[in-house]
């Protein structure tokens, strides 16, 4: 059985980091695409970034490109992400997400398995 454990939330301030981690059971991240999503109260589930199954390209929403990073530690089974320079929009529940081969690119629905998610919160 697969489970995906997102840690490392909480209550930062504005302009502080993060690093959120994924770690998987039941599953091998190296030929999985990984994904981070979230969603904040009354909003649409956003894209975050991704990395692809290969580890060798990632993706960034338009909102934390140059804010934030996805990288994955295979020997750890584990993806991150880190996050700098935190907004206050940037309040979430975050997800991670695992596509079996996938590109890195996907929407939400190619996604085979995903966590519980782990709620960031950013004061101003």
């Known amino acids: 059985q697969v489970h995906l454990v997102e840690s490392g939330g909480g209550l930062v301030q504005a302009g502080e980091s993060l690093k959120l981690t994924c770690a998987a059971s039941g599953l091998t991240f190296s030929p999985f695409a990984t994904a981070w999503f979230r969603q904040a109260p009354g909003k649409e589930r956003e894209f975050v970034g991704a990395?692809?199954?290969?580890?060798?390209?990632?993706y960034y929403g338009d909102s934390v490109k140059g804010r934030f990073t996805v990288s994955r530690d295979d020997a750890k089974n584990t993806v991150y992400l880190q996050m700098t320079s935190l907004k206050p929009e940037d309040s979430a529940v975050y997800y991670c997400?695992?596509?079996?081969?996938?590109?890195?690119?996907?929407?939400?629905?190619?996604?085979?398995?995903w966590g519980q998610g782990t709620q960031v919160t950013v004061s101003s």
């Open positions: 990395i692809n199954w290969s580890g060798s390209n990632t």
């Open positions: 997400a695992a596509e079996n081969y996938g590109l890195g690119n996907s929407p939400p629905h190619k996604y085979n398995y």
